[in-house]
């Protein structure tokens, strides 16, 4: 396998994405090596996770507990909700654009979904894919947010 340059591997997110793809996908991550992808790739999962955690955070902001907390100036308070929130976002990101591989759907386990007859072409479209699927979960988060 050929080497991963960790100083280009830029935050959290995406060393947990490289060691994820170590484990569960050696051939796609070899390809992404290979055809110079991988750290594009790799600075994506990191701005999308980083946007939706932000997003996250920041609508728990708005919410009654918050400003409940924030009018009294219950600083603990207001640091548990923005914690909580903040782990649930990593929570949900990491499920879904972190540790899983393309198209895997919910009812597949992935360690039954068999990526030895996917060609290249198409793990990288299912990887497009996602990315289209993560575009529109924020946006109906930021929806979310501007209709509160």
């Not at 575009?135 to 930021?142: G, Q």
Request: net charge negative; aromatic share 8%; charged share 35%.
């Amino acid at each position: 396998m050929s080497k991963i340059e960790m100083t280009k591997v830029n935050g959290k997110y995406a060393e947990l994405r490289v060691k994820f793809l170590e484990e569960h996908a050696p051939d796609m991550l070899e390809a992404m090596i290979n055809d110079g992808s991988l750290y594009e790739h790799l600075d994506f999962v990191q701005s999308l996770v980083n946007q939706y955690i932000d997003k996250y955070v920041d609508k728990s902001k708005q919410s009654a507990p918050y400003k409940k907390a924030e009018s009294e100036c219950d600083l603990a308070e207001m640091n548990n909700i923005i914690t909580t929130a903040q782990i649930i976002a990593e929570t949900d990101a990491g499920a879904e654009w972190i540790y899983t591989l393309p198209d895997a759907d919910d009812e597949t386990a992935e360690e039954d979904k068999s990526y030895d007859d996917m060609s290249y072409d198409e793990a990288v479209l299912d990887i497009y894919n996602d990315i289209s699927k993560a575009k529109s979960a924020i946006s109906e988060l930021e929806e979310e947010s501007e209709e509160e």
